[in-house]
């Protein structure tokens, strides 16, 4: 059965950092572009950042730049959520999706939630002091 597993999250101080990992169990990571979504309470879940499969490709939302990164290492399986400087509206639950490549899809991955071909289970962000 083809899944992603997303880790890491937890309880965190205003200023400090995190680093998310999504595993894919069932299937190669190396076909698929992965992006990190987010929603908190009351909210619609929005593309934080992805990356397409071979790594060299990376699009980051307006709203982390500068503070998240994503990175992946497809020898592991693994794609990572680097957050640091986090603030309290960073609150939220996150979860990793994966997209296959090939269908020219890529650049709609931070914007279209529908595109996606995988989803994880999410791993909750608190961010309060």
Do not use: H
Request: hydrophobic share 35%; with cysteine.
């Amino acid at each position: 059965q083809s899944q992603l597993v997303e880790s890491g999250g937890g309880l965190v101080q205003p200023g400090g950092s995190l680093r998310l990992s999504c595993a894919a169990s069932g299937f190669t990571l190396d076909n698929y572009a992965i992006g990190w979504f987010r929603q908190a309470p009351g909210k619609e879940r929005e593309g934080v950042a992805c990356i397409n499969s071979s790594g060299g490709v990376t699009y980051v939302a307006d709203s982390v730049k500068g503070r998240f990164t994503i990175s992946r290492d497809n020898a592991k399986n693994t794609v990572y959520l680097r957050m640091n400087s986090l603030k309290p509206e960073d609150t939220a639950v996150y979860y990793c999706a994966a997209l296959i490549k090939g269908r020219g899809l890529f650049s709609k991955c931070l914007s279209s939630t529908y595109v996606m071909d995988y989803w994880g289970k999410g791993t909750l962000v608190t961010v309060s002091s």
